[in-house]
């Protein structure tokens, strides 16, 4: 442990105020960059690169270069209106896009809580884009890790890294030290950035911040990676090119009619194909898809899922199927007690949503202390708590030991005895348990 704090020039009491403020300058903030912020400016010239579009402009700058020809008129009417509905189709794209850009940046800023961490010898809350190496942080049950940091203590400390990983299953960390060349998946003795808390506490030294962190490496990659068009762009570019390889043969044979059988001049042989060729594009075509897709945009933001750009909604909506192996990453990690088995039987338990008894046996209604023993073990051997009002969640901690504190609250047990002492759950052990100042012992865990 001693060598850990060596690298990082730090004590188990973390930095002082004026080091903190120096290695931030060095290391930068500790966030996530998202790549390159895309400007109003960008969002609305992107409105405009679609071959369709290409075609419209085109034949706006005929209608009005034909004005230059002699003895003719510029059809400004005509021009006029392809340029208004582009730039209306533009400008609702826009407004659509630009909406959807704000709303994920302020989620960013929303995902940057407050971290417990010691400063100069004391306790304080900061913000975790402060943070920095060498910053000894607290690990609680709720709490999302703000940045990559080695664990010098840990209590019953369980984290979900799903998040980075994929994988659902708890993660039992540990302060004790392993061989260098551990796979970084058997790093256990490490609390990754934007993996969460669910069980025990720990305390933990920051090694690295920011786009250093291995989720910072991740989030590299991915503004890396190429950006290719959705299916759907695929598909309306080939329909532009179709549609203008058609528009060019028919003014073709038009205009090969006219040379071969008419004695039209060649002035209005030419007039002629260009208004054609203004005529016979889609005008109405652009506005129509994207207004089909806002409504679409609309729709799915009713259902709560936010899409940045428009022309990915006919892609997500276009999925009827989701194969994955991955257990509870997809879920909404929700759990409700639904039977209980006491005294040799069994009795159900009903949902808050549910029109009958909370607690029932073959239908007919059960005095909840009658089964007050099995449920204060759920309530005593508990660290979940409820959320705030203002949180997106209902509870910190584990999903398990919420909903056992949900159907303890039910009987009407809602606080918890003075707690003496905690023996959490291990592996080893496949149990925990906990004493009261009363001289009673709860304990819950796996039947063997």
Same mark, same amino acid.
């Given at each position: 442990?001693?060598?850990?704090?060596?690298?990082?020039?730090?004590?188990?009491?973390?930095? *002082?105020?004026?080091?903190?403020?120096?290695?931030?300058?060095?290391?930068?903030?500790?966030?996530?960059?998202?790549?390159?912020?895309?400007?109003?400016?960008?969002?609305?010239?992107?409105?405009?690169?679609?071959?369709?579009? /290409?075609?419209?402009?085109?034949?706006?700058? +005929?209608?009005?270069? %034909?004005?230059?020809?002699?003895?003719?008129?510029?059809?400004?009417?005509?021009?006029?209106?392809?340029?208004?509905?582009?730039?209306?189709?533009?400008?609702?794209?826009?407004?659509?896009? /630009?909406?959807?850009?704000? *709303?994920?940046?302020?989620?960013?800023?929303?995902?940057?809580?407050? @971290?417990?961490?010691?400063?100069?010898?004391?306790?304080?809350?900061?913000?975790?884009?402060?943070?920095?190496?060498?910053?000894?942080?607290?690990?609680?049950?709720?709490?999302? %890790?703000?940045?990559?940091?080695?664990?010098?203590?840990?209590?019953?400390?369980? !984290?979900?890294?799903?998040?980075?990983?994929?994988? *659902?299953?708890?993660?039992?960390?540990?302060?004790?030290?392993?061989?260098?060349? @551990?796979?970084?998946?058997?790093?256990?003795?490490?609390?990754?950035?934007?993996?969460?808390?669910?069980?025990?506490?720990?305390?933990?030294?920051?090694?690295?911040?920011?786009?250093?962190?291995?989720?910072?490496? +991740?989030?590299?990659?991915?503004?890396?990676?190429? !950006?290719?068009?959705?299916?759907?762009?695929?598909? %309306?570019?080939?329909?532009?090119?179709?549609?203008?390889?058609?528009?060019?043969?028919? +003014?073709?044979?038009?205009?090969?009619?006219?040379?071969?059988?008419?004695?039209?001049?060649?002035?209005?042989?030419?007039?002629?194909?260009?208004?054609?060729?203004?005529?016979?594009?889609?005008?109405?075509?652009?506005?129509?898809? @994207?207004?089909?897709?806002?409504?679409?945009?609309?729709?799915?933001?009713?259902?709560?899922?936010?899409?940045?750009?428009?022309?990915?909604?006919?892609? +997500?909506?276009?999925?009827?199927?989701?194969?994955?192996?991955?257990?509870?990453?997809? !879920?909404?990690?929700?759990?409700?007690?639904?039977?209980?088995?006491?005294?040799?039987?069994?009795?159900?338990?009903?949902?808050?949503?549910?029109?009958?008894?909370?607690?029932?046996?073959?239908?007919?209604?059960?005095?909840?202390?009658?089964?007050?023993?099995?449920?204060?073990?759920?309530?005593?051997?508990?660290?979940?708590?409820?959320?705030?009002?203002?949180?997106?969640?209902?509870?910190?901690?584990?999903?398990?030991? *919420?909903?056992?504190? %949900?159907?303890?609250?039910?009987?009407?047990?809602?606080?918890?005895?003075?707690?003496?002492?905690?023996?959490?759950?291990?592996?080893?052990?496949?149990?925990?348990?906990? !004493?009261?100042?009363?001289?009673?012992?709860?304990?819950?865990?796996?039947?063997?």
């Amino acid at each position: 442990m001693e060598k850990i704090f060596q690298q990082l020039d730090t004590d188990s009491e973390g930095l *002082s105020s004026e080091e903190a403020e120096k290695r931030l300058e060095e290391h930068g903030d500790n966030s996530i960059s998202q790549g390159k912020e895309v400007s109003p400016v960008k969002i609305f010239i992107s409105q405009f690169q679609d071959f369709l579009i /290409y075609m419209l402009i085109a034949a706006a700058i +005929i209608s009005v270069a %034909v004005g230059l020809i002699p003895g003719e008129e510029a059809r400004v009417t005509e021009a006029g209106l392809i340029v208004f509905i582009l730039v209306l189709n533009g400008i609702f794209g826009f407004i659509q896009d /630009y909406r959807a850009e704000k *709303s994920i940046q302020a989620l960013r800023q929303m995902s940057q809580p407050d @971290t417990k961490v010691l400063r100069d010898g004391e306790k304080i809350e900061v913000d975790s884009s402060e943070l920095v190496p060498g910053d000894v942080i607290f690990l609680e049950p709720g709490t999302s %890790v703000p940045a990559d940091a080695r664990l010098i203590e840990s209590e019953g400390l369980d !984290t979900d890294e799903s998040s980075l990983t994929g994988e *659902s299953d708890e993660v039992d960390k540990k302060a004790e030290t392993l061989d260098e060349d @551990t796979p970084l998946a058997e790093r256990t003795n490490m609390a990754f950035k934007n993996t969460n808390a669910v069980n025990g506490s720990g305390k933990a030294v920051v090694v690295e911040t920011g786009m250093d962190t291995q989720v910072g490496d +991740i989030a590299e990659q991915l503004n890396e990676a190429e !950006t290719r068009k959705t299916p759907f762009q695929r598909e %309306v570019d080939e329909l532009g090119h179709k549609l203008g390889y058609i528009i060019l043969g028919v +003014i073709g044979m038009v205009t090969v009619f006219q040379l071969a059988f008419t004695s039209a001049p060649l002035l209005t042989v030419f007039l002629a194909a260009l208004s054609l060729a203004v005529a016979a594009n889609p005008v109405g075509l652009p506005a129509a898809v @994207t207004l089909a897709l806002a409504m679409g945009s609309r729709k799915m933001l009713d259902q709560d899922v936010l899409v940045r750009r428009l022309n990915v909604i006919e892609s +997500i909506g276009s999925v009827d199927v989701i194969i994955t192996d991955k257990t509870g990453t997809l !879920t909404e990690e929700e759990m409700t007690v639904r039977k209980l088995f006491f005294e040799g039987e069994e009795f159900e338990v009903s949902k808050e949503d549910e029109d009958r008894p909370d607690f029932s046996r073959h239908g007919h209604e059960t005095d909840p202390e009658h089964l007050r023993p099995l449920l204060e073990s759920g309530l005593e051997c508990n660290n979940a708590e409820h959320a705030p009002e203002s949180a997106d969640e209902k509870f910190y901690g584990d999903p398990t030991e *919420s909903a056992l504190l %949900v159907s303890a609250e039910k009987a009407g047990l809602k606080e918890q005895s003075e707690r003496k002492r905690e023996i959490p759950f291990s592996s080893e052990r496949k149990r925990m348990t906990v !004493t009261t100042d009363e001289g009673k012992a709860f304990m819950k865990g796996a039947p063997e």
